[in-house]
C-alpha cells in the first residue's frame, strides 16, 4: 500500500473521529434553562402557581336579604332577638375582603326588632341606596323593648348594644370600625340613638332621629305604663331619673372626650301630638350651641306614626349613607 493511500486513509480516520466528538459534544450539551423571574427560584415559582388565590368573582351572585337572628345576652339574661339587611352579593363582597359599613337602626316604644323591616319600607329604601350611592352597608335591628335603650334598675340594654351587639355584629358580618358606623331611630330608638351617641364618644360617625322622644315632661300615659322600666325607681317614674338621663347632659363628656362629633340628623313634624315640636327644637339648639353639625329638617304634615316615619326614613338612611360615604 502506497504512503498516498496510507496517509488519505488516516486524514479520513481522523476525521471522522472528529465528526464523533462533536456530535457528541452536541447531544451532551445541557438545554438553556430560563431564569426565574425576579429572583425566585423554581420552587418558589411553582409554590405561586400552587396558592394562587381565589377569586370572589366565582361566588354566584346574590340578591339582598333581611333575615332575623338570635343570640344569647349576658347583659339582658336571655335570648335576644334582631335582624340584619345584607347588601346585594354580600357574600361574594365578604369573601373579597370587604369591610361593611354599618347602621344600628333602633325601633320605637312598643314595637320590635321588626318594626322597621315590616312597617317601615326600609329593605327597598337600603336597596336603592346602595345601588346608588356604590355602597354596601348592613343595617342591624335589634330589639329595644321598651327600654329607651338605657341601662335601668331591671334592664341592661345600652351594655347589651355596646359591649355585646356591636363586637358580635363586627365579628359576625364583617364589619368596619366606627368611623363607619352609624346609629338611627324612630321615637323611643330616636332618644336612644342620641344618648348611645352622647354616652360613647367615637362610637359613631353619624346619627339619625326621627320623631326623637327628646321630651321635657314625660306624658302621663308613659310614666304610668308598667311596661316601661325606664325612668322609674323602685317601680315608680322618677322626674328625677328622667333628667339625669337626658342626652344633652352628656354632651360636655362627649365634646371632651369625642375625636370629631358625629353629624346629626333630625327630623320631625310641627304636627306631632306625641313629642311637641317644641321639645325637639330645644334639644337641637342644644346641639347646635355646642357647634354639633345638625341638618334639622321641620314638616308640617302627618304625626307620630308610619304614615308620616315611612315618608322621614328615606331622607335619614340617604343622610347616613353621605356622611358614611364621605
Given at each position: 500500500?502506497?504512503?498516498?493511500?496510507?496517509?488519505?486513509?488516516?486524514?479520513?480516520?481522523?476525521?471522522?473521529?472528529?465528526?464523533?466528538?462533536?456530535?457528541?459534544?452536541?447531544?451532551?450539551?445541557?438545554?438553556?434553562?430560563?431564569?426565574?423571574?425576579?429572583?425566585?427560584?423554581?420552587?418558589?415559582?411553582?409554590?405561586?402557581?400552587?396558592?394562587?388565590?381565589?377569586?370572589?368573582?366565582?361566588?354566584?351572585?346574590?340578591?339582598?336579604?333581611?333575615?332575623?337572628?338570635?343570640?344569647?345576652?349576658?347583659?339582658?339574661?336571655?335570648?335576644?332577638?334582631?335582624?340584619?339587611?345584607?347588601?346585594?352579593?354580600?357574600?361574594?363582597?365578604?369573601?373579597?375582603?370587604?369591610?361593611?359599613?354599618?347602621?344600628?337602626?333602633?325601633?320605637?316604644?312598643?314595637?320590635?326588632?321588626?318594626?322597621?323591616?315590616?312597617?317601615?319600607?326600609?329593605?327597598?329604601?337600603?336597596?336603592?341606596?346602595?345601588?346608588?350611592?356604590?355602597?354596601?352597608?348592613?343595617?342591624?335591628?335589634?330589639?329595644?323593648?321598651?327600654?329607651?335603650?338605657?341601662?335601668?334598675?331591671?334592664?341592661?340594654?345600652a351594655s347589651a348594644i355596646m359591649t355585646e351587639l356591636i363586637p358580635k355584629m363586627t365579628t359576625t358580618y364583617q364589619l368596619a370600625g366606627a368611623k363607619h358606623r352609624a346609629?338611627?331611630?324612630?321615637?323611643?330608638?330616636?332618644?336612644?340613638?342620641?344618648?348611645?351617641?352622647?354616652?360613647?364618644?367615637?362610637?359613631?360617625?353619624?346619627?339619625?332621629?326621627?320623631?326623637?322622644?327628646?321630651?321635657?315632661?314625660?306624658?302621663?300615659?308613659?310614666?304610668?305604663?308598667?311596661?316601661?322600666?325606664?325612668?322609674?325607681?323602685?317601680?315608680?317614674?322618677?322626674?328625677?331619673?328622667?333628667?339625669?338621663?337626658?342626652?344633652?347632659?352628656?354632651?360636655?363628656?362627649?365634646?371632651?372626650?369625642?375625636?370629631q362629633p358625629a353629624a346629626f340628623y333630625i327630623e320631625s313634624t310641627s304636627q306631632d301630638t306625641t313629642v311637641p315640636i317644641a321639645a325637639v327644637?330645644?334639644?337641637?339648639?342644644?346641639?347646635?350651641?355646642?357647634?354639633?353639625?345638625?341638618?334639622?329638617?321641620?314638616?308640617?304634615?302627618?304625626?307620630?306614626?308610619?304614615?308620616?316615619?315611612?315618608?322621614?326614613?328615606?331622607?335619614?338612611?340617604?343622610?347616613?349613607?353621605?356622611?358614611?360615604?364621605?
Amino acid at each position: 500500500m502506497s504512503k498516498r493511500v496510507i496517509t488519505a486513509m488516516l486524514i479520513l480516520l481522523i476525521c471522522l473521529v472528529a465528526g464523533s466528538a462533536g456530535i457528541i459534544r452536541l447531544i451532551a450539551k445541557p438545554v438553556a434553562q430560563k431564569q426565574p423571574v425576579s429572583g425566585t427560584s423554581r420552587r418558589a415559582q411553582a409554590h405561586q402557581v400552587v396558592l394562587k388565590p381565589h377569586h370572589a368573582s366565582k361566588i354566584p351572585t346574590t340578591p339582598s336579604s333581611v333575615t332575623s337572628h338570635v343570640i344569647y345576652s349576658k347583659a339582658l339574661q336571655q335570648n335576644w332577638h334582631y335582624r340584619v339587611y345584607l347588601p346585594k352579593n354580600y357574600a361574594r363582597l365578604k369573601t373579597d375582603g370587604q369591610h361593611f359599613a354599618s347602621i344600628y337602626m333602633l325601633h320605637g316604644l312598643y314595637g320590635d326588632e321588626t318594626n322597621l323591616t315590616t312597617q317601615a319600607h326600609s329593605k327597598q329604601v337600603l336597596d336603592q341606596l346602595v345601588n346608588s350611592q356604590h355602597l354596601p352597608v348592613v343595617v342591624i335591628f335589634p330589639d329595644g323593648s321598651n327600654s329607651f335603650y338605657l341601662d335601668t334598675e331591671t334592664q341592661k340594654m345600652a351594655s347589651a348594644i355596646m359591649t355585646e351587639l356591636i363586637p358580635k355584629m363586627t365579628t359576625t358580618y364583617q364589619l368596619a370600625g366606627a368611623k363607619h358606623r352609624a346609629v338611627g331611630g324612630i321615637s323611643m330608638g330616636g332618644y336612644g340613638a342620641a344618648n348611645l351617641t352622647f354616652r360613647h364618644p367615637n362610637a359613631f360617625h353619624t346619627a339619625a332621629l326621627i320623631s326623637p322622644a327628646v321630651w321635657q315632661q314625660v306624658p302621663q300615659t308613659v310614666q304610668a305604663n308598667t311596661q316601661i322600666s325606664a325612668f322609674k325607681h323602685n317601680g315608680a317614674f322618677s322626674q328625677a331619673l328622667y333628667d339625669q338621663n337626658q342626652p344633652t347632659r352628656y354632651l360636655g363628656t362627649y365634646l371632651k372626650k369625642g375625636r370629631q362629633p358625629a353629624a346629626f340628623y333630625i327630623e320631625s313634624t310641627s304636627q306631632d301630638t306625641t313629642v311637641p315640636i317644641a321639645a325637639v327644637n330645644q334639644f337641637t339648639n342644644a346641639l347646635k350651641r355646642q357647634h354639633i353639625p345638625v341638618t334639622y329638617q321641620i314638616d308640617h304634615f302627618g304625626n307620630h306614626n308610619w304614615t308620616y316615619w315611612n315618608h322621614a326614613l328615606p331622607l335619614a338612611y340617604r343622610f347616613i349613607f353621605q356622611h358614611l360615604k364621605n
